[in-house]
């Protein structure tokens, strides 16, 4: 074993260096570029039961280190994904992917888990219970503890694969959520969301974003995701993939010190489509600095399956 | 798609409010007028998008707009400092088209884009003609640059205090084969109406990456869903359905 694996949930990773979901499309975008096949892996694009045009435009909006969002779960619907996308991500990336699933009602979600549950190539299912984008669903089922609960008890019982909840910081306490989640079954943990936020246009006195408010992401959430990744990674068993304004070797160090076993990269890609590359490359060095030797030692949670 | 380091030679206004830059560097990336470049700014999180107006070997030049912070901090660049740009985004104009007599349809910054591609089409041997569009006299530039590449040039002013009087529909000639444009979206919409051929519209949105990862630039196409940054900024005419 090298000394960037780590083991999510009892599948091997060459390095924790995780592609955020809808920040990475399906990789192919990202492949044109660079052998994606140097990352850990990577989640695709959220997928729902139905094709969803999502919100209305504007969907972006900036604020200091960071970038805020309204799109709203954009995808071709999951029959497409499978039919369509999924044999192009196949193409150009070889390794078990992360499949991020959203959804409006508990049958929707355990449907779309069920159909990517039996593609070949996706290694877990993240289950994206978090969203701040839609009405009617995703995040209000990461709100409270029995809605949490109840998806994912429903969806464990109706797939095979290791599945991860994907929670948001918009709710009083993620801890209970968290092991909640747990408790039903859950193989893991994914957090940070975005923050909920809003910008608002001093020419128009308007909110610049269609939606009014968006999710918050980027650099300057970095230290209240890991915080957050600390006090969950501490309270549950299974293992927590930290997110949230990863934009360095040494942000996945200091995530993974927090507790995490796998750490995703988000907005940063959308700046820099080359950055998942350069963090796995400069993992080494940076671990050399800090005196690291293996990362599957750095986290509390290693050997957790 | 590639990403750069460009040095900046030139950064000059031409109106109150406009400015033209051009950049060196690997200029490779780019294969057809109507693309764009996306700059990253110190102190913004996000780049900012920025058509290209002309491309000769090395050298970029693009002509933007003061108006938020990114454009300001862009135009109080002085020639030696370095950008990090990611260069060749978006599908750009499609010259296979045109006829033998395009004509060019521009409002406001609108107008860089047609430059390259004027030069394009005229390099190609077609007859191009060009109408540019601007508020007021102060505001109008490039008119001679068009005139020196060789395109019939008309120049109208929402005001009346320069050239023709109206907008760029009211100056339009009959004869042309087919139409090329990029302006803000009245503008558009008022082409879209006015046009008695095909023609190609290049569109401006929020965009989050500019290379077609992040969803953020989305609109609805008789086609399907398109990515404003990745499957355009130019659409096709039949393409179009406007939102409101």
């Known amino acids: 074993m090298g000394k960037l694996n780590v083991n999510l949930c009892g599948i091997e990773l060459d390095n924790p260096v995780i592609a955020s979901s809808g920040t990475f499309g399906y990789g192919y975008e990202f492949a044109e570029l660079y052998d994606i096949n140097c990352l850990g892996t990577f989640s695709f694009k959220g997928t729902t039961k139905e094709p969803r045009f999502g919100n209305a435009t504007p969907r972006i909006a900036e604020g200091p280190s960071g970038i805020l969002n309204s799109i709203g779960l954009q995808n071709p619907g999951v029959e497409k994904v499978i039919s369509e996308e999924l044999p192009k991500l196949k193409k150009c990336f070889h390794k078990p992917v992360i499949a991020n699933v959203g959804g409006f009602s508990m049958e929707e979600y355990v449907y779309t888990c069920k159909k990517l549950d039996k593609e070949e190539q996706v290694g877990w299912l993240e289950v994206n219970i978090s969203c701040p984008n839609v009405h009617g669903g995703g995040m209000s089922f990461g709100m409270q503890c029995d809605a949490a609960y109840a998806i994912t008890k429903a969806v464990k019982e109706a797939t095979t694969k290791p599945v991860l909840i994907k929670l948001s910081p918009n709710v009083t306490d993620i801890v209970s959520i968290a092991k909640a989640c747990e408790d039903a079954g859950a193989d893991g943990i994914s957090l940070i969301n975005t923050l909920m936020g809003m910008r608002i246009d001093l020419k128009t006195r308007k909110p610049i974003l269609a939606n009014v408010f968006g999710g918050y992401s980027g650099a300057a959430v970095f230290p209240v995701a890991l915080r957050l990744v600390y006090l969950v990674a501490h309270a549950v068993d299974i293992p927590v993939v930290g997110i949230g304004g990863v934009s360095s070797a040494e942000n996945v160090l200091e995530m993974m010190m927090a507790g995490a076993t796998a750490v995703q990269v988000g907005a940063a890609n959308l700046l820099d489509p080359f950055v998942c590359r350069d963090i796995v490359r400069d993992l080494p060095a940076a671990m050399e600095k800090y005196g690291i030797d293996s990362l599957s030692d750095l986290s509390i949670k290693q050997g957790a399956k | ?244």
Request: a neutral charge.
């Open chain 2, 1 to 244: 798609m590639k990403q750069g380091v460009f040095t900046v030679r030139e950064n000059i206004p031409l109106t109150d409010s406009v400015y033209r830059m051009k950049l060196e560097g690997d200029t490779s990336s780019f294969t057809n007028a109507g693309q764009f470049l996306n700059i990253r700014i110190d102190g913004l999180y996000l780049r900012r998008p920025i058509s290209l107006c002309d491309l000769e070997d090395r050298i970029i030049t693009i002509i933007y707009k003061v108006v938020g912070k990114g454009t300001e901090d862009l135009s109080k660049m002085t020639p030696g400092k370095t950008l990090d740009i990611l260069t060749g985004l978006g599908n750009g104009y499609d010259l296979s088209l045109s006829g033998s007599h395009p004509l060019l349809l521009g409002g406001g910054v609108g107008v860089p884009p047609l430059y390259y591609l004027a030069k394009k089409l005229i390099e190609d041997g077609k007859r191009v003609s060009v109408v540019l569009g601007f508020n007021t006299q102060n505001e109008v530039f490039y008119e001679k640059e068009f005139r020196a590449l060789g395109a019939d040039v008309i120049v109208t002013t929402v005001d009346g205090s320069y050239g023709k009087k109206g907008f760029v529909t009211d100056a339009m000639p009959h004869d042309y084969t087919y139409f090329y444009t990029c302006g803000p979206e009245p503008m558009l919409k008022a082409v879209y109406r006015s046009t008695v051929t095909e023609g190609q519209f290049s569109f401006e949105k929020r965009m989050g990456c500019g290379f077609g990862a992040c969803m953020g630039c989305s609109c609805k196409t008789i086609t399907g869903y398109k990515r404003i940054c990745k499957d355009g900024p130019v659409l096709k005419k039949e393409e179009i359905l406007w939102e409101n």
